[in-house]
């Protein structure tokens, strides 16, 4: 079986989660600390705030954004429930704006359309490795007077126009869950230049408590372990390695895979895409999208269809108002997921190609 994704753990991941287990300094800490200078160095912002999930810290860098009830966030119903989910944890709501068909992220010019006199923000989520028109989102943004919350959840060391994703907008934020382009096994990080919007991240993470035993608002334990960072730190060194790999197995995948009933995925001129997942379009008027995916699956390769239901759609959102959003629904019925990760060998992507245009 070619599995859809794999982390890469190597010695040197091995050696640091023994080396903090050595030490017993097991929960948040100096490692902690570590990889949080290392990503903002990375990132190119000047804080980063470390937690222990993806979900996590987009609900920070919302409360880092002081976006509460009464409001509206305006992001994509196209994505992973957490996106939306972090919006409603902080008692706001949000209200979904359409994608553009060929890169799946929130069409710009859609956006103006879904803001209303309690929108406070918007959250582009950059999908599959791949950023949002950042320049045009920031411009709605400046001149509506809204803060912006990256998703960048999927998008670790993607850039725009060179700046890396999770250091444009007000706030950043990042998941290391395995599948991930890197990962801490679980956890997540919030990026950001501005330091009022770091230290409430930080505030959320510790129960409201920035001074032992006085909690000054209601908070959580979202705390990153030293055991999760050290791997995260070692991880973040290689992370430019993987996503080159990823590249070139798009590459790849670009080059051999044949089938002209597949609509492949395309690299923006001012983005850089790392592949976080090769996601195809089925046009196939033979077999339906569900056959070709159990067709693949069947021949040993993991494929997955990310998202084969919209947020809106859920039965979680079923008492949430919800405009439309055509292409998000043609998309959610027509794309599907080949493995791309950093671990695939020459064989397997030869078979995975193999598969793909035999169908
Ligand atoms: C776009 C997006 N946002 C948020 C998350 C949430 O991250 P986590 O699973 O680490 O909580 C994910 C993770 O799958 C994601 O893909």
């Known amino acids: ?118 929108s406070r923000a918007i959250m582009p989520v950059h999908l599959y490795g791949s950023t949002c028109e950042m320049d045009a989102i920031m411009d709605t943004a400046k001149s509506k007077g809204l803060m912006v919350i990256e998703d960048a959840c999927q998008s670790h060391g993607s850039d725009y126009e060179g700046k890396k994703a999770g250091s444009i907008g007000d706030a950043g934020c990042f998941s290391f869950y395995p599948t991930k382009n890197m990962t801490t096994s679980e956890g997540g990080m919030v990026t950001t230049n501005n330091e009022e919007i770091a230290e409430r991240a930080k505030l959320l993470r510790e129960h409201g408590s920035r001074e032992r035993y006085k909690h000054e608002v209601l908070g959580y334990n979202y705390r990153m372990t030293n055991i ?39 690299e923006s001129k001012n983005s850089k895409h790392v592949y976080h997942q090769y996601t195809l379009r089925s046009k196939n008027n033979r077999l339906t999208r569900d056959e070709i995916v159990q067709k693949i699956k069947a021949a040993g390769i993991g494929c997955e269809i990310y998202y084969p239901r919209l947020v809106y759609q859920q039965p979680s959102f079923s008492a949430i108002p919800s405009r439309k959003c055509p292409e998000a629904e043609k998309a959610a019925q027509e794309v599907f997921s080949i493995p791309i990760h950093a671990s695939l060998s020459q064989a397997d992507l030869e078979q995975v190609v193999k598969v793909i245009n035999s169908l």
């Open 228 to 266: 999760a960072a050290a791997i995260g730190i070692e991880q973040l060194k290689k992370l430019d390695k993987f996503n080159s790999t990823r590249r070139k197995n798009a590459d790849y995948y670009i080059k051999h895979i044949t089938a002209d009933w597949l609509v492949k995925p395309q």
């Open 1 to 118: 079986m070619i599995p859809i994704a794999k982390p890469q753990i190597g010695e040197e991941e091995k050696k640091a989660v023994l080396k903090v287990m050595d030490s017993g300094m097991l929960a948040q800490g100096e490692s902690v600390k570590e990889f949080e200078k290392a990503f903002a160095a990375y990132i190119g912002v000047k804080y980063a705030v470390a937690v222990n999930s993806g979900t996590a810290a987009l609900h920070a860098a919302l409360f880092g954004c002081k976006i509460g009830p009464g409001t509206e966030v305006v992001t994509t119903p196209f994505t992973f429930i957490a996106s939306a989910n972090s919006i409603l944890y902080c008692n706001s709501t949000p209200t979904f704006s359409d994608i553009n068909p060929i890169s799946f992220n929130l069409d710009p010019a859609k956006i103006p359309s879904a803001l209303t006199s309690k």
